[in-house]
C-alpha cells in the first residue's frame, strides 16, 4: 500500500519523491567531471515536480545553475530562496525586463533588439546585464545563426550595461547515436565558439548538451551541462537507458470515491462508451480528469493499480472524474486481495505494490513523450513532498 499522505481538501495528488530527485542529481554529477557545472531545467514547475522543492534538493545533491523558459519561473525560484544563477532560455518580450535584472534572471539573447533593450536597462539602473549568447546550430528554433555570431557580438558589445555570461546552443537529435545531424551541429557550435573567442570575444561558459547530450557525448560536455528530464528519473530516449541508472520521481494518487456494482449492460461515462460486460462488476471513481492533465485520449485505454492489483479505466475520462473496472470474481479467483472500497488508493503513474504504471507507458498510449506526460499534471494537484 503507497504512503497515505494527501492533501487535506481533495482525494486526489502528485506525489514527489525528493529522495529520488536527489539520487538522479548525484548520478549525473558522476557523469560530469569534476569542474564541469551542471545546470538543472526546472522550467515548466520542474517538468510538473513542483520547482522551489525541486531546485533546492538539486542544489544539496550538486546543481550549479538552473534553467527555466519564462521570466514569472525564474522569480517564483527566487522568492523561494534560490540564489543560484538562473537562466531564462529565451528572451521575454521586453516588458520582462525589469524583472529579470530585479531577480538577477539571466536572459538568452539572440536578437539586437532585445540586447539594446536589456543593456539600456541595465545601465539605467546600475546593474551589469549578463545574459547567455544562444546560437542556433540547426535546430531552426532560437539562436543567432552560426554566420552571424560573431557580427552579432560586434553590434552589441560597445554596451557597457551587457555582459557574456555564456555561448550555448540546444541539440535537436542528441539521442540519436551515430546521427550526422548532430555531428554538423556540434560541428557548427565548435566552430562558432572558436570564430568568437578568435575575434577576441569573451564567451562566458560554453554549454550545449542537454540530458541525452550528458549521457551520450560527454565529449560535448565543455563547461557545463544541462540536464531536465533525467533528474526527474525518466530516460530521455530508449538509447540513454542502458547509460544511467534512475529513479522515477512522480506518482499520481487519488482516492476511490464510490464504488457500485451495476447490472449488466449499465453503461460508464458521457456517451456510454463502455457498457457492464458480466456479473459481479465493480465500478469504481476516482476524482481526477482531464482538467488535471489525464490526457482524455486515455479513456478506455489505460489502468490504474489498486491494492497492488491492475485494473482497467473505462468510459471516458471527465473533466473531474473517471471510472475503473474491476472484475470481482476474478480478484477472489487469483488473488487474495479484497474488493475496492471507497477510500482506497489508486495509483495512476508509480509503484504500488509488486505493480508499476510508469510515464513512459502512459506516454506509449498516448503518442507522446514521458516529458509531455509529467508536464500536463497541472497545478489542481497539490504536490505532496515524501
Ligand atoms: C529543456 C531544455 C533542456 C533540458 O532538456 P532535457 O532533454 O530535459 O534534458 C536543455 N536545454 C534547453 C535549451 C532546453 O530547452
Redesign the pocket.
Known amino acids: 500500500m503507497p504512503t497515505v499522505k494527501y492533501p487535506k481538501n481533495r482525494w486526489a495528488w502528485v506525489e514527489v519523491d525528493l529522495n529520488a530527485i536527489r539520487k538522479n542529481t548525484r548520478a549525473f554529477k558522476a557523469q560530469i567531471e569534476r569542474g564541469t557545472k551542471m545546470m538543472c531545467?526546472v522550467?515548466a514547475d520542474a517538468?510538473g515536480h513542483g520547482a522551489v522543492e525541486c531546485a533546492k534538493t538539486m542544489h544539496s545533491a550538486g546543481a550549479d545553475q538552473f534553467?527555466v523558459?519564462t521570466v514569472d519561473e525564474g522569480i517564483e525560484l527566487r522568492k523561494g530562496g534560490v540564489t543560484q544563477p538562473i537562466l531564462m532560455?529565451n528572451e521575454s518580450p521586453l516588458e520582462g525586463i525589469d524583472d529579470l535584472l530585479a531577480y538577477d534572471i539571466m536572459p538568452a539573447i539572440y536578437t539586437t533588439e532585445f540586447a539594446y533593450a536589456y543593456g539600456e536597462r541595465a545601465v539605467a539602473l546600475d546593474k551589469v546585464g549578463k545574459y547567455h549568447l544562444a546560437v542556433d546550430t540547426g535546430m531552426t528554433r532560437i539562436g543567432v545563426l552560426p554566420e552571424d555570431a560573431v557580427e552579432f557580438r560586434h553590434s552589441i558589445d560597445f554596451h557597457r550595461g551587457l555582459e557574456c555570461a555564456g555561448t550555448?546552443t540546444?541539440f535537436a537529435t542528441a539521442d540519436v547515436i551515430g546521427d550526422w545531424d548532430f555531428k554538423q551541429q556540434a560541428r557548427r557550435f565548435a566552430d562558432t565558439v572558436g570564430a568568437l573567442r578568435q575575434a577576441g570575444f569573451e564567451t562566458g561558459l560554453v554549454h550545449c548538451d542537454?540530458?541525452?547530450g550528458?549521457l551520450l557525448h560527454p565529449e560535448f560536455h565543455y563547461d557545463m551541462c544541462?540536464?531536465?528530464?533525467?533528474l526527474y528519473g525518466l530516460q530521455?530516449a530508449e538509447t540513454t537507458a542502458p547509460r544511467i541508472a534512475l529513479t522515477p520521481a512522480m506518482s499520481v494518487r487519488a482516492r476511490v470515491t464510490r464504488v457500485i456494482n451495476p447490472a449488466v449492460g449499465e453503461g460508464v461515462g458521457y456517451g456510454l462508451t463502455y457498457r457492464v460486460p458480466k456479473p459481479n462488476i465493480q465500478i469504481a471513481t476516482v476524482p481526477v480528469g482531464y482538467a488535471d492533465g489525464l490526457s482524455r485520449v486515455l479513456s478506455n485505454n489505460m489502468d490504474v493499480i489498486c491494492n497492488g492489483t491492475r485494473a482497467r479505466q473505462v468510459g471516458r475520462i471527465c473533466m473531474d472524474q473517471f471510472m475503473f473496472a474491476v472484475d470481482v470474481n476474478s480478484i477472489r479467483a487469483y488473488h487474495p486481495a479484497r474488493s475496492v472500497e471507497r477510500g482506497d488508493v489508486v495509483t495512476i503513474i508509480g509503484r504500488d505494490g509488486d505493480e508499476e504504471i510508469t510515464a513512459d507507458e502512459m506516454a506509449a498510449r498516448r503518442n507522446t513523450i514521458n516529458?509531455e506526460v509529467v508536464c500536463n499534471f497541472s497545478q489542481r494537484l497539490d504536490r505532496v513532498f515524501v
Request: glycine share 10%; no cysteine.
Open positions: 531545467a522550467k517538468y534553467a523558459a532560455l550555448f540546444h542537454n540530458t541525452p550528458t544541462r540536464v531536465g528530464i533525467g530521455a516529458y
